[in-house]
Every structure is written in structure tokens, then in C-alpha cells.
């Protein structure tokens, strides 16, 4: 086994990783503590993303979560490293985390996706979900002056119940109240499209914050090896805790 893998390792990732081989991982889906509460641990790390952007291959992307306000700083942070904006999705919740009466209630969370390198060489395999709908799409028969110019002549689509459709950005999925061990722990069905879209079977998958390793439990379900850091104690508790949680997979999660 290599010896950096599978594991979490205790530390500051800014210097836990300095250990780590470059050039080695394909993605880094990570969730960073944004600075917005008054837990202990919700400092925001500065300078993170150096060595991060060592670890990744040259072709690579990055997942970031965040709010809005710890977002809005990434993006220099992000261009100093070389990434680019690529895309973003948002984490739409059963219930939110807000609820003052003057404002609308908060139930999504965003993500946002940096690559570098050439775009049609970072690893990319679109994801699909089966809840389409039928309908049926017709195309006009043209007038005969403009047969034969660029568009068919009549004909009818039609399309099934549950289908395959690319996946949307908006990904509604239940959030882990009432059995979350962290605080802001994630579910692994919203780290697990990210992954799977990022990470090719047997790539390397990197995270600098595990918290309660909901990255690095979905990598090891889809066959993606990974590799995380966790600086807060407890957090390191927790996941040996998370992991004892009866069913933990991704079809429940």
C-alpha cells in the first residue's frame, strides 16, 4: 500500500502535505472551514491551496465548498494557483440553516469547481440520472427551398419514463441532521457526483480537511483511492465514529 493513501493523517494540511509526492492527484474536493461561526475550529486557513496545487497532476480541478462570503475570497486565491472557474453546483438541502423571519430561509449550499491545464485534458466523466420524463419532440418539415441546409426534414423523438438525463446542477439531497457527527458534515450523495465526475477509477482524490471523511468513505466506495488531512482532534475522533454508522453507503446517503 502506498503509504500516503487511504488514510487520514493528523495536522496542518499546509504542512502534513509537504510529504506528499507531486504531481500525483487528479482532484481535491474539499470542504474548508468558511470562518462564519463561532465554533473553535471555523478559522480560515490561509495559503492552503500551495501545496494542494504541488499534490495535483498538471491537468487537475478542485471542488470547493463554501458560502457565499468565504467563496467570494477563493477566487484569487484560486488564479494565484493557476485554476480557472469551471463550473458550479448547488447543494440544495431538505431543511436549512437560517431562519430569520426577515430573510429567506437558506436551504442550498454551493460548490464550485476551478481546473488548470487545458480543459480537454482534465478528466471529466458527466453523470447521468434515471428520473426523466417522457415527452416527445417534433421538427417541422422544411419548405423545399431549404432541404439539404443544415437541419433535418420532419421527424419524431420520443423519449421514456426515467430515462438517463444529464445530471443537473441543482442536486437536492437530504443533509445529515439528527445523525451528523460533525458539524458540518457532509452526505456522501453530494461528495460522491463530484468525484465521480473528477476522478477516474483508481485516480487519487485529495482532501485537506476531512472533518468526518465524508470524501475519503465515497472514494472508497467508488474504487477512487484518496488521501485527506484533519487538524481538529475531535474531528479525528468522529470519523471512527462516522464509520461505525449502520448504513453508511451511497445508495442511503
Same mark, same amino acid.
Not at 47 to 57: I, P, Q
Not at 68 to 78: A, D, P
Not at 227 to 234: L, M, N, V
Given at each position: ?145 431549404? /432541404?439539404?441546409?443544415? =437541419? ?9 419514463? $426515467?430515462?438517463?438525463?444529464? !445530471? %443537473? #446542477? ?54 477512487? /483511492?484518496?488521501?485527506? =488531512? ?9 470519523? $471512527?465514529?462516522?464509520?461505525? !454508522? %449502520? #448504513? ?6
Amino acid at each position: 500500500m502506498t503509504p500516503w493513501l487511504d488514510q487520514c493523517h493528523f495536522g496542518d494540511c499546509r504542512e502534513v502535505m509537504k510529504s506528499w509526492p507531486s504531481a500525483a492527484a487528479d482532484a481535491c474536493v474539499t470542504d474548508p472551514p468558511y470562518g462564519d461561526t463561532s465554533l473553535k475550529w471555523d478559522k480560515q486557513c490561509k495559503g492552503w491551496m500551495a501545496e494542494v496545487s504541488r499534490v495535483l497532476k498538471p491537468a487537475a480541478s478542485v471542488w470547493v465548498f463554501g458560502s457565499m462570503r468565504y467563496l467570494s475570497t477563493i477566487f484569487s486565491e484560486m488564479e494565484a494557483a493557476g485554476f480557472k472557474y469551471a463550473q458550479d453546483i448547488v447543494w440544495e438541502k431538505q431543511n436549512g440553516s437560517g431562519f430569520h423571519n426577515d430573510r429567506f430561509r437558506r436551504v442550498h449550499e454551493h460548490a464550485i469547481q476551478f481546473y488548470r491545464g487545458a480543459w480537454a485534458d482534465v478528466f471529466k466523466a458527466p453523470q447521468f440520472t434515471h428520473d426523466a420524463l417522457a415527452k416527445t419532440v417534433r421538427r417541422k418539415t422544411k419548405p423545399l427551398h431549404m /432541404r439539404g441546409i443544415g =437541419c433535418a426534414d420532419a421527424n419524431v423523438y420520443e423519449s421514456v419514463d $426515467g430515462g438517463p438525463r444529464l !445530471q %443537473r #446542477s441543482v442536486i437536492h439531497v437530504a443533509n445529515e441532521h439528527g445523525k451528523a457527527v460533525h458539524p458540518t458534515q457532509k452526505p456522501l450523495g453530494i461528495i460522491a457526483p463530484l468525484l465521480a465526475y473528477s476522478v477516474p477509477q483508481g485516480g487519487i482524490a485529495i482532501d485537506p480537511f476531512a472533518g468526518s471523511n465524508t470524501m475519503g468513505i465515497a472514494a472508497a466506495q467508488l474504487g477512487i /483511492r484518496w488521501a485527506s =488531512c484533519e487538524s481538529d482532534p475531535a474531528s479525528m475522533q468522529m470519523q $471512527g465514529e462516522r464509520l461505525r !454508522q %449502520r #448504513s453508511l453507503c451511497l445508495e442511503a446517503a
